[in-house]
């Protein structure tokens, strides 16, 4: 069995055992009961939650720009689904199915010009959603929604957690890929292979870098769609928390959401992040004095809806079948590339 799936069957195994020990803890009768007050109604907060993942779509349609016009909307949507899908069950940090979008586009656009518009826009993604969280963390300390032990470790991790992605998007700006490339080749391992590597790897960071400096006003609307995206999974937890008999505020809402995402973020190293992120849920709703039974009965619901896309998006994979051969458009020959050296033709 290769290493790679090796991780993510014994990461799995470990969040199932979890998962298995919260409900044994909490006793499912309990949360079955919280369950039953549901009914059909879930159907259409699922559905409706189409409405922030098309945000989502428009705000890495944005970053395409007049690429955009050769992509139709319905398919970029389909695209996004399926690399959600695959960074859902996968290992990676949200990361394994961004080169898969590229791929699917590879018949569109160029494989540079598709890597760099998700790359973009995974940071685009990760600064929204770092306001979200700031936006709800501070209504939980505005509004004394949880104990001041869970609040005071929510900002810690949360301040952990914006440092580290901001030094990685600061070396993104500067080159990240062909440095990364151009640094194993120094190792005196496979020099020429990772040379090679990183010599393409660096038309990459110079269309990105190229974005940067005219793309400002397309990346600040891509934000807005993006921070859209993260308050429908606000909504969503309104109305689900309505339906478990909750009359929740919008404040509590708001950091319910936040917190849980933060606690998402914790657990990239589990597929699906299961049982971290219903664990999450559950000190969430004890910190604000609710009962663990209804933290893992909300957990249960979005994870409902978090199956129902990530079934549609392998759908979808399947429909777009990234195995057949595709014809790859050309990168455009006025695009500089540099190397560790200097520019070269």
């Given amino acids: 069995m290769p290493d790679s799936v090796r991780k993510n069957v014994t990461s799995f195994l470990l969040g199932l055992v979890l998962f298995a020990g919260l409900l044994y803890w909490i006793r499912a009768t309990t949360v079955m009961e919280h369950l039953s007050q549901v009914g059909p109604w879930i159907v259409v907060v699922i559905l409706g939650y189409g409405l922030a993942q098309f945000s989502f779509v428009l705000a890495w349609r944005v970053l395409l720009d007049s690429e955009a016009d050769s992509v139709g909307l319905w398919e970029l949507c389909?695209?996004?689904?399926?690399?959600?899908?695959?960074?859902?069950?996968?290992?990676?940090?949200?990361?394994?199915?961004?080169?898969?979008?590229?791929?699917?586009?590879?018949?569109r656009l160029s494989m540079v010009k598709g890597l760099s518009s998700v790359t973009i826009n995974k940071l685009s993604e990760t600064v929204s959603m770092v306001v979200f969280q700031a936006f709800g963390i501070g209504l939980a300390f505005a509004y004394h929604l949880m104990t001041p032990e869970m609040a005071w470790g929510s900002l810690a991790v949360f301040a952990c957690m914006t440092t580290g992605i901001a030094l990685f998007f600061w070396r993104q700006k500067k080159g990240l890929f062909g440095w990364i490339f151009f640094g194993l080749s120094k190792v005196g391992i496979a020099r020429a292979f990772f040379e090679r590597i990183g010599t393409k790897a660096q038309r990459l960071d110079d269309q990105i870098s190229g974005f940067y400096d005219t793309g400002g006003p397309r990346f600040l609307v891509s934000l807005v769609f993006n921070f859209l995206g993260w308050c429908g999974g606000a909504v969503e937890a309104y109305f689900l928390l309505k339906l478990l008999g909750v009359n929740a505020s919008l404040p509590m809402v708001f950091a319910i959401e936040a917190i849980s995402i933060l606690a998402n973020n914790l657990f990239f190293f589990v597929p699906a992040r299961l049982g971290g992120s219903d664990g999450g849920k559950v000190l969430v709703f004890l910190s604000m004095g609710m009962s663990s039974a209804m933290g893992f009965a909300f957990g249960l619901l979005r994870r409902a809806r978090e199956i129902f896309y990530v079934a549609l998006g392998f759908l979808f994979l399947i429909q777009l079948n990234p195995f057949r051969e595709r014809e790859s458009v050309r990168v455009e020959a006025s695009v500089p590339v540099r190397t560790a050296e200097g520019p070269i033709a």
């Fill in 78 to 107: 389909r695209i996004y689904l399926a690399g959600d899908a695959v960074n859902y069950v996968v290992v990676s940090g949200n990361l394994a199915g961004e080169p898969l979008k590229a791929h699917l586009l590879r018949d």
